[in-house]
């Protein structure tokens, strides 16, 4: 399977800390993607990083690609409580096939 | 620009019914998805259309389920008859072009399927 596996499953942390995801894959690719969940919504893109690419930041976001570890991470600085949601890394060629998820919850 | 169009947005039908789902993608956005997320999972790849022609429905169950795509602008996504296994939430999304030429998807709010 080309899916993400994003880790951990859950975390829980207060507002203002840090928050980071872990994703790992199993094929090459040539980009990977990361998604936000919100409850009952649908999915917002937040990031795409090529695969010639090694760092890429958004704001308060920084995504990292490591090709020959197969793995990316999500950085989340300065949480806030609207950060709370489910986020999902996502890789393919031709489709995107996506993980199950980290769910975040950012306590006020 | 306006987002992914989907409806309805919730559905409760009992088992062996038929229901069906549509959407309209981002004006010019060639490709489209049908996902299923089941709850507590992430979303799994129903279909996958270029223009109006189909590309990847090989994790589509077509015993049950069907999708189109006419004129390469709206899609329907059908299934019948329905089972218990297919409540979940049905997305729809759109990009510009593939995947493998590196852009985002858009997804729509989903479409919120309980078969009892």
């Known amino acids: 399977s080309q899916q993400g596996e994003e880790d951990p499953q859950a975390l829980s942390i207060q507002e203002g800390e840090n928050a980071t995801m872990n994703c790992s894959y199993k094929?090459?690719?040539?980009?990977l993607q990361w998604y936000r969940q919100n409850s009952g919504r649908g999915l917002v893109h937040l990031i795409l990083?090529?695969?010639?690419?090694r760092e890429k930041h958004s704001g308060r976001l920084r995504v990292t690609l490591d090709t020959s570890k197969k793995s990316s991470s999500l950085l989340i600085t300065a949480s806030r409580a609207a950060d709370t949601a489910s986020y999902f890394c996502?890789?393919?060629?031709?489709?995107?096939?996506f993980g199950t998820g980290t769910r975040l919850t950012v306590i006020p | 620009e306006a987002g992914v169009a989907q409806s309805p947005r919730y559905k409760i039908i009992e088992k062996r019914q038929s229901v069906a789902f549509w959407c309209n993608p981002i004006s010019g956005h060639a490709t489209l998805y049908w996902y299923q997320q089941i709850l507590g999972q992430g979303p799994k790849l129903l279909i996958q259309f270029q223009n109006n022609g189909v590309v990847d429905d090989s994790q589509l169950p077509k015993d049950r389920f069907s999708a189109e795509r006419l004129k390469g602008v709206d899609s329907t996504l059908k299934i019948q008859p329905a089972k218990l296994e297919d409540s979940a939430v049905y997305l729809c999304?759109?990009?510009?072009?593939?995947?493998?030429?590196?852009?985002?998807?858009?997804f729509g709010s989903g479409t919120r399927l309980t078969v009892v």
């Open positions: 094929t090459s690719i040539n980009n």
């Open positions: 990083i090529r695969s010639n690419e």
């Open positions: 999304a759109s990009t510009l072009a593939g995947q493998g030429e590196g852009y985002g998807y858009t």
């Open positions: 996502a890789t393919g060629r031709n489709n995107l096939f």
